[in-house]
């Protein structure tokens, strides 16, 4: 029931990820944030009976918890808003890097050879990301020449009917919807936004170390209520310290409203599992990464982006990279 439970939470992830990116196409980074973590909030509340009865100590460890993902989500938010989701999507399996760090400086395990070489692995599929050997140039080239003319295909037919047209509004919000499909569908992005999903990763690895801990002695409902209470606590006080604004349009963004009915099952879903005895992270951190197809696939189909086939050979890597780690 547990590899159940983590595929799903694993397929949602991904789900969630494309839900994000149309969110933050029609409201704001921090707008999304706090009303997503409100209505998740929301969802959680009928259950608060269970919630309740936790001991004294455990606030501060799931409050502790609440802050790092109050981090983790403001940079992959803004990391997601800036790149392909597909691209986000291949960075994000970096977390098992920095979870197999911290189970060994944290927890004082060992990795094996076989962890070694996973790791190689898995290091090698995210550097082949930036660094593109001539060979594999050649290889995938017709993927990324195939979609270059698809868009610009779509750009002239657009460019073509607005010069029809005659009318500058229609050409300048038609232009500016069919350039973003340039802009999505590239993979030039600016090395900070890197670096913030690389920072999300870690922290997220952070959570998943706390979750495991945390769950040997307290139940789901106590960490998802607490945990959800905290996390909307952070982003409201964000708000007021900062005086960001919320516009009204914001509650009418019906991908936020989906998003959160999304965090709530997976989260659920991932919490049960934790909390079966005779569930192992190592296996859980390999079913988590079924995401990632989620994302590519869907950075080809919903948001027109480009050298799919290679990112789905760098995926490969990483993910046979994984499946050695945990043999």
């Given at each position: 029931?547990w590899?159940?439970?983590?595929?799903?939470?694993?397929i949602?992830?991904?789900?969630?990820?494309v839900?994000?990116k149309?969110?933050?196409?029609k409201?704001?980074?921090?707008e999304?944030?706090?009303?997503?973590?409100?209505?998740?909030f929301?969802?959680?509340?009928?259950?608060?009976k269970?919630?309740?009865?936790?001991e004294?100590?455990?606030?501060?460890?799931?409050a502790?918890?609440?802050?790092?993902?109050f981090?983790?989500?403001?940079?992959?938010?803004?990391?997601?808003?800036?790149?392909p989701?597909?691209?986000?999507?291949?960075?994000?399996?970096?977390r098992?890097l920095?979870?197999?760090?911290?189970?060994?400086?944290?927890?004082?395990?060992?990795?094996?050879?076989?962890?070694?070489?996973?790791?190689?692995?898995v290091?090698?599929?995210?550097?082949?990301?930036k660094?593109?050997?001539?060979?594999?140039?050649?290889?995938?080239?017709?993927?990324?020449?195939?979609?270059?003319k698809?868009?610009?295909?779509?750009?002239a037919s657009?460019k073509?009917?607005q010069?029809?047209?005659?009318?500058?509004?229609?050409e300048?919000?038609?232009?500016n919807?069919?350039?973003k499909?340039?802009?999505?569908g590239?993979?030039?992005?600016?090395s900070?936004?890197?670096?913030?999903?690389f920072?999300?990763?870690?922290?997220?690895?952070?959570?998943?170390?706390?979750?495991?801990i945390?769950?040997?002695?307290?139940?789901?409902?106590?960490?998802?209520?607490?945990?959800?209470l905290?996390?909307?606590?952070?982003?409201?006080?964000?708000?007021?310290?900062t005086?960001?604004?919320?516009r009204a349009?914001?509650?009418?963004?019906?991908?936020?409203?989906?998003?959160?009915?999304?965090?709530i099952?997976?989260?659920?879903?991932?919490?049960?599992?934790?909390?079966?005895?005779?569930?192992k992270?190592?296996?859980?951190t390999?079913?988590?990464?079924?995401?990632c197809i989620?994302?590519?696939?869907?950075?080809?189909?919903?948001?027109g982006?480009k050298?799919?086939?290679?990112?789905?050979f760098?995926a490969?890597?990483?993910?046979?990279?994984?499946?050695?780690?945990?043999?």
């Open positions: 029931m590899i159940y439970l983590v595929l799903l939470y694993g949602l992830k991904g789900v969630r990820d839900v994000k149309k969110a933050l196409k409201s704001t980074v921090m999304v944030l706090f009303i997503y973590t409100f209505l998740g929301l969802f959680v509340v009928p259950d608060y269970n919630a309740m009865g936790m004294g100590k455990y606030y501060l460890w799931v502790l918890k609440s802050f790092v993902i981090l983790a989500w403001i940079c992959s938010f803004m990391a997601i808003d800036k790149m989701i597909s691209l986000y999507g291949l960075l994000d399996l970096s098992v920095f979870a197999t760090f911290l189970g060994t400086f944290v927890l004082g395990e060992r990795p094996g050879k076989m962890q070694l070489l996973g790791l190689l692995l290091s090698s599929g995210l550097l082949l990301l660094y593109r050997p001539p060979f594999l140039k050649r290889l995938f080239e017709k993927d990324g020449a195939a979609q270059d698809k868009l610009a295909t779509e750009n657009v073509e009917e010069g029809k047209s005659g009318l500058k509004a229609q300048k919000s038609g232009l919807g069919k350039e499909v340039q802009k999505d590239g993979d030039n992005v600016r900070v936004y890197v670096l913030l999903a920072v999300s990763c870690l922290l997220n690895a952070v959570s998943g170390l706390l979750d495991k945390l769950m040997k002695d307290i139940n789901d409902s106590q960490l998802q209520f607490w945990y959800m905290f996390l909307m606590a952070f982003y409201g006080i964000y708000l007021l310290v005086r960001t604004p919320l349009s914001a509650w009418k963004n019906g991908w936020i409203w989906l998003l959160s009915i999304l965090f099952i997976a989260d659920r879903a991932l919490f049960m599992a934790n909390g079966m005895e005779e569930s992270v190592t296996v859980m390999l079913i988590k990464q079924s995401g989620v994302t590519i696939l869907a950075g080809k189909y919903i948001f982006e050298n799919i086939s290679y990112k789905l760098c490969a890597v990483i993910i046979a990279g994984i499946v050695i780690a945990v043999i």
